[in-house]
Every structure is written in structure tokens, then in C-alpha cells.
């Protein structure tokens, strides 16, 4: 009996340190797993991440950053390890507890980043963000007689303009803020007036026959692209793309001005996998890589050293990198803070009535 419950007792502590190792073994991650833009990352650059690392790339797709936050305070951060965000809603996300600190020690390639995208107002200590790519937004059109040079937001805000369909773009931050800027105000105001009357002049748009909806950037280039619209908001890489197909399509940053925003690189706040998430971002800091991506998918870069691989072809494409002029119409989105509440009631409004 003793014998028999020595190999028993033998057999269960090798059981269970079998399971251990069969637990520790399964939760090895084996994957990255990055939330991003759809039609942000060139799909050549997934294989060879997983060639370089071992590990599984899996892109996961949104259009908008209200899309995105819901969505991961809906399902949880657990799924996500990288979540590429925009600017404007960084503070948002500590706030909720969705990303978290990076080690930077861990992205040695964080020496590629230009200067002027380091201690950037939303995340001024450079303790949550690496840049992904920057850029603008602004109207992609179909009509060779309109200067891009000297195109009003009348040209579809105002009926009487508009030559054709169009559509505008489904991010309610975005959309606001460039009918502030239509109205003449400023991009980034709180007033509850000013973007009341943002509101409305929306609402005027939605009543012109030719207005189709809300789009996002990938939508309205197609439809674009497809000939359904005659023009649509866009951000600037959508817009190349599109020209690239289509050479007679136009793209403008409205005279009344635009905004710059920059996408970055977070760590979600309960990534399972934050070796892979910084490997992620070291691979795209690259300087070979950081230029492979943005001629891919038509955006500035903030790496300096992907600068050196990219031509003047790209460099000096005034729809890819705005011309001093344009700049100077420009402003950063800033977190609107306790103002937020106006503006998802203001863009309640806008898609309801
Ligand atoms: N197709 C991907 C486009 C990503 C552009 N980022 C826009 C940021 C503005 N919120």
C-alpha cells in the first residue's frame, strides 16, 4: 500500500509539473497583434516582420478613432498588443486606462525619431507614444478647372457649389473641427456656440441632394476613385493613392485651413505580448522599413533615417509632404478635455438629424 501511494503521489506531482510546463509553454505568446487604419501598413512588411521575429503579425482594422476607442472599451485591451493612434486622443486613452507606458530601452531605434516629433503636446514626456507617420486632411476632387491651390470648404458645404456627390468623413473630432475652421473659427475651439454653428453647417451639407454620407478616408477615396462622388474628405495618403490611379483627380488643403495630425505607436494597457509590441515598433523605426512604409501607403514620415532611402519624387510631393504654404494654414488637434462631451453631443447631432 505504502509503495503504491509513493507511485501515486509520484505520479501526480510529475503530472502536475507536466501541466505546468504545458501551461508555461501555451502561454508563450506567438503573436503580435496591432490595431491600426485599414490601408496603413504594406502587406510585404507583415511577412517579413514574422520572418525577422518569429512571431505571427496579425493586423486588426478600424476607420475611426471614436471606431477604435469604443471598440477596445467594449472588448478589452487583452486582445491588442500595438494600437496606432492619432494625436488627438492619446490623453483620452491614459485617461481610460487603455495604453500604458513603453519602455523605451527596449526600441533602440527610437534614435530615428526626428526631433520635432519628440515631447510632442500629447504625450510631452515621451513616455507612451513612438510616431508612426504623420500627415493631413484635406479634399480629394474630380475637376481639373478648380485650382487645389484656392479651394473653399464652400465647395461643398455651400449648395450652390457643389458640381456633384459627395461625401464626408465619418470622425466626428476630424469633421468638427473643419467645419469650425469653414465657419472661421478656430480648429480647436470649445465654444458651445461656435460649435453649434459648427453643427449646422454640417446639417446644411446633409440636406444638398448631392451629399451621400459619411465615409472614412478609404471609403471616400473609393467612391471617389469609382466615379459615385465628385468629391470627398480624405486624409492626404488616401488622396495620393488615389491620384496615382487617376491622375486627373486634384487634392486641396481648404483655404480656410486644415489640421496635421500624427498617428502614433502605443502599447496597449494589458498587452500579452509586449516583447512582440516592441519589436513592432523598433521594426518600423527602422530606417529602411520606416521608408518602405510611407512610400507604400503615401504619408510623411517622422523617422529621419528612412528620409535617406525615400527620393525627392516623394519628398518634395506636395500632397504627400504640404508646401510651406499650406503648413502655415495648419493647426494640431489638441484633447479638447472636459470640452470632449460638446463635441460627441455635437456629433450626435450631426449624424441624427
Ligand atoms: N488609411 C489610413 C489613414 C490613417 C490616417 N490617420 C488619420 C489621422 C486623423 N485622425
Same mark, same amino acid.
Given at each position: 500500500m505504502k509503495k503504491f501511494l509513493l507511485a501515486l503521489s509520484i505520479l501526480t506531482v510529475a503530472t502536475l509539473f507536466g501541466c505546468k510546463e504545458a501551461k508555461n509553454e501555451a502561454a508563450k505568446p506567438t503573436k503580435v497583434t496591432v490595431m491600426i487604419y485599414s490601408e496603413? @501598413? #504594406?502587406?510585404d512588411m507583415i511577412t517579413d516582420f514574422e520572418k525577422q521575429t518569429g512571431y505571427k503579425l496579425q493586423i486588426e482594422l478600424y476607420e475611426a478613432q471614436e471606431e477604435m476607442i469604443s471598440k477596445l472599451q467594449t472588448?478589452?485591451?487583452? /486582445?491588442? #498588443?500595438v494600437i496606432i493612434a492619432s494625436d488627438v486622443v492619446i490623453q483620452q486613452m491614459i485617461h481610460l486606462g487603455l495604453i500604458g507606458k513603453i519602455d523605451?530601452? %527596449?526600441?533602440? =531605434?527610437?534614435? =530615428? @525619431?526626428? $526631433? /520635432? +516629433? %519628440? =515631447?510632442?503636446?500629447? $504625450?510631452p514626456t515621451n513616455e507612451y507614444t513612438v510616431p508612426y507617420l504623420w500627415g493631413t486632411t484635406g479634399i480629394l476632387y474630380r #475637376?481639373?478647372? @478648380?485650382d487645389p491651390m484656392n479651394v473653399s470648404y464652400s465647395m461643398l458645404f455651400d449648395a450652390k457649389n457643389t458640381k456633384g456627390n459627395f461625401s464626408l468623413l465619418e470622425e466626428s473630432r476630424s469633421m468638427l473641427s473643419m467645419a469650425l475652421q469653414a465657419k472661421g +473659427?478656430?480648429?480647436n475651439s470649445t465654444s458651445k456656440d461656435e460649435i453649434n454653428q459648427a453643427v449646422e453647417y454640417i446639417l446644411q451639407a446633409k440636406k444638398d441632394p448631392h451629399f451621400l454620407g459619411f465615409d472614412g478616408s478609404v471609403g471616400g477615396k473609393d467612391k471617389v476613385l469609382s466615379k459615385m462622388d465628385w468629391a470627398a474628405i480624405v486624409f492626404n495618403g488616401e488622396a495620393m493613392a488615389a491620384i496615382d490611379e487617376d491622375s486627373t483627380l486634384q487634392f486641396a488643403i481648404p483655404t480656410e485651413g486644415s489640421f496635421m495630425w500624427v498617428d502614433a505607436m502605443t502599447l496597449s494597457s %494589458?498587452?500579452? =505580448?509586449p516583447d512582440g509590441a516592441y519589436k513592432f515598433m523598433n521594426y518600423i523605426l527602422d530606417g529602411k522599413i520606416g521608408a518602405q512604409l510611407a512610400k507604400y501607403i503615401n504619408y510623411a514620415t517622422p523617422n529621419t533615417k528612412a528620409l535617406e532611402f525615400l527620393d525627392k519624387d516623394f519628398t518634395e510631393n506636395r500632397v504627400i509632404n504640404p508646401t510651406a504654404e499650406e503648413i502655415k494654414r495648419m493647426v494640431f488637434l489638441q #484633447?479638447?478635455? $472636459?470640452a470632449a462631451r460638446l463635441f460627441d453631443e455635437a456629433w450626435t447631432i450631426v449624424k441624427t438629424r
Open positions: 496603413y @501598413i #504594406d502587406p472588448v478589452g485591451t487583452a /486582445q491588442y #498588443d523605451m530601452e %527596449k526600441i533602440p =531605434n527610437k534614435t =530615428n @525619431i526626428a $526631433d /520635432q +516629433f %519628440k =515631447n510632442p503636446s500629447y $504625450d #475637376d481639373s478647372t @478648380i +473659427f478656430n480648429a %494589458k498587452a500579452p =505580448n #484633447d479638447p478635455g $472636459d
